[in-house]
């Protein structure tokens, strides 16, 4: 059994008029990875953030947005997880992707657009997924996602009888202006489902002037946080999560065996 699960998270500024400053950027950051790790967790719209001209923008960047998160996935040899637009049968989607080398393991379309331009332009999703990686359990959402606690619940599974995900990930533009709703929703989903949550959010100005102050941070079960990055800061935050230190605090205080069906 592979208790340790190593994570990279990463926050950085991203410039809604200049992909490949992004794309360099990333680069720039990752340089800095000190161990091998597992996962690298970008924010949402890694490549362009959110503009009045994402919808026209989508079909240029797409493919070069995914070449690059094959290149990085093959470079670190780990997986990466990130959120991207994605033109598909005349419709745009917020799809996250989890990347593996070449192979996608995952593709989640959002099911909770925000207001605006998401809500006006994109479809929403329809289905969560889960997925198993080295022996752990990840669930996967995007940003205004957080929001909605039913759609992060977690359950137990009716023949082993042991909870569906260990660690639930949102990659988010979450606003500076609530960035304390942010803290506080990232806790909550920790506490009641049981589980790591990992939160990675950007930083700086996005295309209709809206601040993002970061606070990208780890979570454990109990809602105390365990690393975060500085806010309005760039930079990466590498991060063993501990199977141990989970299954302990799920045997000392079982609440999941309580829940409402």
């Given at each position: 059994?592979?208790?340790?699960?190593?994570?990279?998270?990463?926050?950085?500024?991203?410039?809604?008029?200049?992909?490949?400053?992004?794309?360099?950027?990333?680069?720039?950051?990752?340089?800095?990875?000190?161990?091998?790790?597992?996962?690298?967790?970008?924010?949402?719209?890694?490549?362009?953030?959110?503009?009045?001209?994402?919808?026209?923008?989508?079909?240029?960047?797409?493919?070069?947005?995914?070449?690059?998160?094959q290149e990085i996935s093959q470079?670190?040899?780990?997986?990466?997880?990130?959120?991207?637009?994605?033109?598909?049968?005349?419709?745009?989607?917020?799809?996250?992707?989890?990347?593996?080398?070449?192979?996608?393991?995952?593709?989640?379309?959002?099911?909770?657009?925000?207001?605006?331009?998401?809500?006006?332009?994109?479809?929403?999703?329809?289905?969560?997924?889960?997925?198993?990686?080295?022996?752990?359990?990840?669930?996967?959402?995007?940003?205004?996602?957080?929001?909605?606690?039913?759609?992060?619940?977690?359950?137990?599974?009716?023949?082993?009888?042991?909870?569906?995900?260990?660690?639930?990930?949102?990659?988010?533009?979450?606003?500076?202006?609530?960035?304390?709703?942010?803290?506080?929703?990232?806790?909550?989903?920790?506490?009641?489902?049981?589980?790591?949550?990992?939160?990675?959010?950007?930083?700086?100005?996005?295309?209709?002037?809206?601040?993002?102050?970061?606070?990208?941070?780890?979570?454990?079960?109990?809602?105390?946080?365990?690393?975060?990055?500085?806010?309005?800061?760039?930079?990466?935050?590498?991060?063993?999560?501990?199977?141990?230190?989970?299954?302990?605090?799920?045997?000392?205080?079982?609440?999941?065996?309580?829940?409402?069906?």
């Amino acid at each position: 059994m592979c208790n340790i699960y190593k994570i990279c998270l990463v926050q950085a500024d991203i410039d809604c008029k200049n992909i490949n400053k992004n794309l360099q950027n990333y680069l720039s950051l990752l340089a800095q990875l000190k161990d091998k790790t597992d996962l690298i967790i970008f924010p949402e719209m890694f490549s362009c953030g959110f503009s009045e001209d994402l919808p026209s923008i989508v079909a240029d960047i797409q493919a070069e947005s995914f070449a690059f998160l094959q290149e990085i996935s093959q470079t670190y040899e780990c997986s990466v997880l990130a959120s991207m637009p994605v033109q598909a049968n005349n419709q745009l989607f917020n799809r996250l992707f989890w990347i593996d080398k070449k192979e996608i393991l995952l593709e989640y379309n959002k099911n909770h657009l925000f207001f605006g331009i998401e809500k006006q332009y994109f479809k929403k999703g329809s289905a969560r997924k889960i997925l198993r990686h080295k022996n752990w359990g990840f669930l996967p959402l995007t940003c205004y996602d957080m929001r909605f606690p039913k759609w992060c619940r977690n359950a137990t599974d009716f023949q082993s009888q042991k909870l569906l995900y260990d660690c639930l990930i949102f990659s988010t533009n979450f606003p500076a202006a609530r960035s304390q709703v942010f803290d506080i929703l990232s806790s909550a989903r920790a506490i009641e489902n049981q589980s790591f949550v990992v939160s990675v959010n950007r930083i700086g100005l996005d295309g209709f002037g809206v601040a993002h102050s970061g606070g990208s941070k780890i979570i454990d079960p109990s809602g105390r946080i365990l690393a975060q990055l500085p806010k309005n800061q760039q930079g990466i935050l590498e991060y063993n999560l501990d199977k141990s230190h989970l299954e302990r605090f799920r045997q000392h205080i079982p609440i999941y065996k309580d829940w409402d069906n």
